[in-house]
């Protein structure tokens, strides 16, 4: 019950207990009414479609910023979501279109909303969210000038790092740059694949916008978001051994406590070699050869030789699977089955060589799977989307995968018109890090419009968006520091120990999951608030605002790559 009212639950909790339960009693009989739409605002096209959840009146009030009456709108009929097993009213708003803060109101109620439209309400959200990849660098201190109040010290030099018996080789090297991968300090190179994938093609496919975009990080003779992403490459081009096969990870044996990078001195291990991680590495490798080629040869050429090196190794050895080491906790990103990443790989490989006698095309015609919708261990979608977006080299398979993603995005569509928050999410695609499955359904339909535009795709992807950012059950911004009532609490150990009360912003959290892993992990003493954010059945409900639950609240490079993409593609 926590979950409905939020933090100011919390803190009276801590206060009586007998008096939290008269408030929520007397609350559940005076349930105020909530909107939920999106705290960053509607562009003045754009469908506005939010919703109501218990409202008591037919219609609501819509005053512009002078006070005068802009109009009285009428709530749909109701409308009942299984996933938080609640119904809601939708308010078609789309008649307004001048920009300008409007205030919204029911009849004889004190309450009021406050809804923005604006002609970039976005852009916040996209430099955010990138910018979210220059506060996770490891190795680097953060000074004031770019990181603001959450500069820090430099932390995780990983210079100097041991090569862990798994790693198949004894000694240390150095693997220093890239980025943490989420709330802990560890670097893994199949998410860092997925993630970096994700960014590259922001430029491919807005390389005009981007050669000009800026989010204040330091100065480089490339575009802000090549050097950013040049960050992490570095750091992954380190990963590879000598034979051409990729560590799966570098982490330290444990997660650290909830400390500054700068205070973690645990010894960092190069752990494991997989073929997800080869095969991933050199789809990313192969992929980046291509987009830095105009901007340093030389760099380019070496990423393209690892690639091919990693790409051979992955095909001589397909079936390496990541075992967790007894005596290693951290993330285990472990993946029964490579096809999809051989397929990925194959993809960019081919377009990077231009070769379409080799092994690519092979590989290509065996594998042609479902697409499925990407996720750091599902990643046959990353191949169609690059084959869609050069079809000709692929031949027919070009246009099989276009028709391929179309087909997909029109499935999701079809969810979509008959879900009340307009997404295609079932119960079932609550996993952990559901936000990330919502950012990748709303990137399948941009993937489809690029291909056969239609009004739709961009309506529904940004329905999606919307939800990320307050259209919602719990009527929450699940992007740190965008909008008036958004997540403050993200397992993210920086923002945790950083001794400042606003996280680190532009995060998205995780999102609802009610697997509960965090809260049944016997070795994980959480607070007793935290003990029952989990509503088994109730998955979109399932999300708790506390550091506590990193299985719904904490933040992934994979999961802010999408924002950034999507919310940039919507611009
Ligand atoms: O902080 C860790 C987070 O980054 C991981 O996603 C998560 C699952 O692997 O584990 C977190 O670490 C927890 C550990 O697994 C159990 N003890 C408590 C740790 C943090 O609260
Ligand atoms: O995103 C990962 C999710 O799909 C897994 O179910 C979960 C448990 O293995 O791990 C998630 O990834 C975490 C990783 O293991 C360690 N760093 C933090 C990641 C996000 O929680």
């Not at 279109?97 to 439209?117: A, E, N, V």
């Not at 079936?319 to 993809?347: L, M, N």
């Not at 961009?458 to 968006?465: E, M």
């Amino acid at each position: 019950m926590f979950i409905f009212f939020g933090d100011f639950i919390f803190k009276t909790m801590r206060k009586s207990f007998l008096f939290t339960i008269l408030f929520v009693f007397c609350g559940s009989l005076w349930a105020q009414t909530q909107l939920f739409y999106n705290q960053m605002g509607y562009k003045p096209e754009q469908q506005k479609i939010i919703l109501a959840n218990k409202a008591r009146f037919d219609s609501i009030y819509v005053y512009n910023s002078k006070g005068s009456l802009q109009g009285v709108f009428p709530l749909a009929p109701k409308a009942f979501w299984d996933a938080a097993r609640d119904s809601v009213r939708a308010i078609d708003l789309s008649a307004i279109k001048d920009t300008g803060t409007y205030r919204l109101t029911f009849p004889m109620s004190s309450q009021s909303y406050h809804l923005r439209i604006s002609n970039n309400p976005l852009q916040t959200v996209t430099d955010a969210a990138l910018k979210f990849f220059y506060y996770q660098r490891a190795g680097e201190a953060l000074p004031e000038k770019y990181a603001g109040k959450w500069h820090r010290p430099a932390g995780h030099p990983d210079t100097l790092v041991y090569m862990h018996p798994s790693s198949g080789e004894k000694g240390t090297m150095s693997s220093a740059k890239g980025w943490y991968d989420a709330g802990d300090y560890g670097k893994y190179i199949v998410n860092s694949g997925i993630t970096t994938y994700t960014l590259l093609t922001l430029w491919e496919e807005q390389s005009e916008k981007f050669k000009k975009r800026r989010w204040n990080i330091p100065e480089s003779t490339l575009p802000d978001l090549l050097a950013e992403t040049r960050y992490n490459l570095d750091w992954m081009l380190t990963m590879q051994s000598k034979d051409g096969g990729v560590y799966h990870k570098m982490t330290a044996l444990n997660f650290c406590g909830s400390i500054m990078p700068h205070e973690d001195t645990d010894k960092r291990y190069v752990i494991g070699k997989s073929t997800t991680a080869a095969m991933n590495f050199a789809a990313v490798m192969a992929y980046a050869s291509r987009v830095y080629a105009p901007f340093d040869a030389k760099y380019s050429q070496t990423m393209l030789a690892a690639a091919k090196k990693a790409y051979d190794w992955g095909l001589e050895n397909p079936r390496i699977i990541y075992h967790q080491p007894g005596d290693v906790q951290t993330g285990q990103y472990s993946d029964q089955d490579p096809k999809d990443e051989i397929f990925w790989a194959s993809a960019e490989m081919l377009l990077a060589t231009q070769d379409t006698k080799g092994p690519y095309m092979k590989q290509l015609q065996l594998l042609q799977a479902p697409i499925r919708i990407p996720s750091w261990q599902m990643v046959n979608a990353l191949g169609y989307y690059t084959m869609a977006r050069h079809p000709k080299i692929f031949g027919s398979l070009g246009a099989r995968a276009q028709e391929l993603i179309v087909a997909k995005a029109d499935e999701l569509v079809k969810v979509s018109q008959q879900n009340p928050y307009g997404i295609s999410l079932d119960n079932g695609d609550f996993v952990w890090g559901s936000n990330s499955v919502v950012a990748n359904f709303a990137i399948a339909m941009v993937q489809a419009h690029r291909i056969k535009p239609k009004a739709e795709y961009l309506q529904y992807a940004h329905r999606h968006l919307d939800y990320l950012l307050g259209q919602n059950p719990l009527g929450l911004s699940y992007v740190t520091g965008m909008g008036f009532r958004s997540v403050l609490n993200p397992h993210h150990r920086p923002s945790e120990a950083d001794g400042i009360d606003a996280p680190v912003p532009g995060m998205l959290a995780g999102g609802p999951h009610d697997g509960g892993h965090d809260i049944s992990e016997p070795h994980n003493p959480v607070p007793w608030q935290c003990k029952e954010y989990r509503v088994i059945g109730f998955p979109a409900m399932s999300f708790i605002d506390h550091r506590c639950s990193y299985a719904t609240n904490e933040v992934a490079i994979n999961w802010n790559a999408p924002l950034g993409y999507l919310s940039a593609s919507l611009e």
